[in-house]
């Protein structure tokens, strides 16, 4: 049996927002029969055409798609398109209390319907693609050589997911987006697209170093734009302590503190400051 | 929550009087059956009594039965050893629907140089015996076709199939582990070179198998060390596992006929009472000869996990093809290999009976089932149209 987090079974036994939205302003449609998920997802604006006011969705899949479907609705209800659109699988993932490494692939393709459903609204052209398969190519920002062909998958949307999930082995990606997980033969391909990447991080980790006052700018910015509005979402939130040198000292705060799993969440801000400050950050809970 | 298992092609229950029957021979009667000593040789007596209770299911004379650790050994055993005897043969015959067991040494062994031929089915899961005949030839060392499908249940007509391999001079082996304890075998009256079973399949423990290897077939052993069934497989005798499957074989020939009428019965009408109830739904080799005791389903628009899972949250236990279970991104070999679409293969369900299984067993799956397809449909951006 799967290791599902209580909050996997709960959004898999009583899925919120299940259902379509006849009026929807947008409409992300992704996966197919035959790769063995897919999701529809529906979105409803307010009047101003900024916020999200509703959010409804279909899935077929096993219980960590309908899971991470269900979450995807509730994480989106409020945010503007913009807030939406920064919403990560990985985020999918840490409001469900962590996916079976093999299930990622699930919080992907929430992150991707929501994706091909803000770009089309925004009238960027979706092109028609391959009705059986069609991850990660269904919008033109993923256009790209096609590297797995069993789950027509291209190198542009693997090199986005393998940099945003900091990935090191084929097998990762596999478990991310299924890519090489049926006939093998893309593998080495693979392979050189993590090398590729790797090579472009180790570029971008020896970055001239942040001055002390940038960098605190920076860790306030992340803070209020990333990580405080999901906290507080789930009830919760944080404080920025103090900054000393390379460490972040912050304290929970509502629902966060004394919350059992606040370890890991520390270990989010953690990622999320390193991914988007300075790689050498560390957070500490004080 | 009291358990509704219907999984008894994965794992059975160990039988109450199997338990018993093993039990001594942990704490008290704990002797080695090799030792020269009264004390193991009361054991020895035993293992001697579990081995004429094994053959005597098969109809096989007691010495041509070695006992091992699982069906894969037994499997793994025989084809290492057919190709060790045979040595000039370079080809190897099996089927697309075998066991991993199977089909992952063949594989394998291509890498040593070995031909493989994985012979296909139809889209009822039923062997292509013509394409077998075809691609037999007087390279071939081992043909190994499985008696009975472990997820549809289909039977492959093996006495068949042993003919053609002997008149080419092969060896012929048979992964019976869903067979045994379900149909009536006869080695007696077979050219079966080589038959597999296990234990846990019949309500034996786990970690008991045994391999049937005809009288007068050349045979190499895979393990060697000591003279453990006649240096065929060496290894201190697992005596008490030994005790247990013998008994349980005594009992699954004794339950023989309730496993091809009751057991039977409750399967067929589990298959007809689903079907009439779900619309959408198509039996995985239902044009086939089946094990009394299997039926695969599968459901349209709705994925096997789901299913599953909310089976099991009413204790209900089965078993999926689709690919969410096993970890792997594609849904079983199996169905694959009949051909079923990948719109059905995402959304079998395999449920499997043994004589344990109940009649209100089988009505709180009747029950059950149909609201769980219906709820997932629901939830499903397919096939809304078609179900309206």
């Known amino acids: 049996m799967w290791d599902y987090t209580p909050k996997v079974k709960d959004h898999f036994l009583n899925p919120r927002n299940v259902g379509d939205i006849p009026d929807a302003d947008a409409v992300g449609e992704v996966g197919s029969l035959a790769c063995g998920d897919a999701l529809k997802l529906y979105l409803k604006l307010d009047d101003n055409k900024e916020k999200i006011v509703d959010a409804k969705f279909q899935t077929f899949g096993c219980a960590s798609a309908i899971a991470s479907s269900s979450a995807l609705t509730e994480m989106v209800k409020g945010k503007t398109l913009d807030e939406a659109l920064a919403v990560s699988n990985q985020d999918i993932a840490e409001f469900l209390g962590g996916l079976p490494e093999e299930k990622m692939h699930c919080s992907v393709m929430g992150q991707e319907a929501l994706e091909v459903a803000i770009f089309k609204y925004r009238g960027l052209e979706v092109p028609d693609h391959d009705a059986e398969h069609d991850h990660g190519h269904a919008y033109p920002d993923y256009e790209g050589t096609l590297v797995c062909k069993c789950f027509g998958i291209t190198d542009t949307f693997l090199k986005k997911v393998i940099a945003d999930n900091h990935l090191t082995t084929s097998e990762q990606v596999t478990n991310f987006t299924k890519a090489g997980g049926a006939c093998g033969s893309c593998i080495p391909k693979i392979k050189e697209l993590i090398a590729e990447v790797l090579g472009q991080a180790k570029e971008a980790a020896a970055k001239p170093k942040l001055s002390n006052l940038k960098k605190m700018q920076l860790v306030q910015e992340v803070l209020e734009r990333d990580i405080r509005p999901m906290l507080r979402a789930d009830g919760g939130d944080l404080e920025l302590i103090d900054i000393d040198g390379d460490h972040v000292q912050i304290a929970f705060r509502k629902a966060c503190a004394g919350c059992a799993s606040s370890g890991n969440t520390a270990k989010f801000v953690e990622m999320k400051l390193r991914e988007l400050v300075y790689d050498g950050l560390r957070v500490q809970e004080v | ?388």
């Open chain 2, 1 to 388: 929550m009291k358990e509704i298992y219907l999984d008894n092609n994965a794992t059975t229950k160990v039988d109450e009087a199997v338990f018993e029957e093993m039990k001594p021979y942990f704490c008290e009667l704990y002797g080695n059956p090799s030792s020269m000593h009264y004390f193991g040789g009361q054991v020895q007596s035993k293992t001697t009594e579990a081995r004429k209770r094994v053959a005597d299911l098969l109809g096989a004379s007691p010495d041509e039965i070695i006992f091992t650790a699982c069906g894969t050994e037994s499997d793994n055993t025989a084809i290492r050893s057919a190709l060790e005897v045979l040595p000039d043969r370079r080809h190897i015959i099996t089927s697309r629907v075998e066991h991993p067991a199977v089909l992952t040494q063949c594989r394998n062994l291509t890498a040593k140089g070995y031909r493989v031929t994985e012979i296909g089915v139809d889209s009822a899961g039923r062997l292509d015996m013509d394409e077998y005949k075809k691609a037999i030839d007087d390279d071939t060392a081992i043909v190994s076709f499985m008696w009975a499908n472990n997820e549809t249940g289909v039977i492959f007509p093996v006495e068949e199939a042993a003919a053609i391999a002997k008149a080419n001079g092969a060896q012929f082996h048979t992964d019976a582990v869903q067979a045994v304890g379900k149909i009536p075998i006869n080695m007696a009256a077979s050219k079966i070179d080589m038959l597999s079973l296990s234990g846990h399949k019949l309500h034996a423990p786990k970690g008991i198998g045994a391999l049937y290897v005809r009288k007068g077939t050349p045979f190499r052993p895979l393990m060697v060390g000591g003279h453990q069934e006649k240096s065929r497989r060496a290894g201190t005798e697992n005596a008490a596992a030994i005790i247990a499957l013998g008994k349980a074989c005594q009992l699954a020939g004794e339950f023989m006929e309730a496993e091809n009428t009751t057991v039977k019965a409750k399967c067929e009408r589990l298959e007809k009472a689903l079907l009439a109830a779900i619309p959408h739904a198509r039996v995985n080799g239902g044009g086939a000869d089946r094990l009394p005791n299997t039926t695969s389903i599968a459901f349209e628009f709705v994925e096997g996990e789901a299913i599953l899972l909310l089976l099991s949250e009413l204790g209900i236990c089965a078993s999926s093809g689709s690919a969410c279970t096993s970890g792997s991104l594609e849904p079983s070999h199996v169905l694959r290999a009949m051909g079923v679409p990948f719109t059905c293969a995402h959304g079998s369900i395999r449920f499997s009976l043994s004589r344990y299984s109940t009649d209100s067993e089988i009505d709180a799956v009747i029950k059950e089932l149909p609201p769980i397809i219906a709820r997932l449909r629901q939830m499903s951006p397919f096939g809304r149209e078609f179900l309206k």
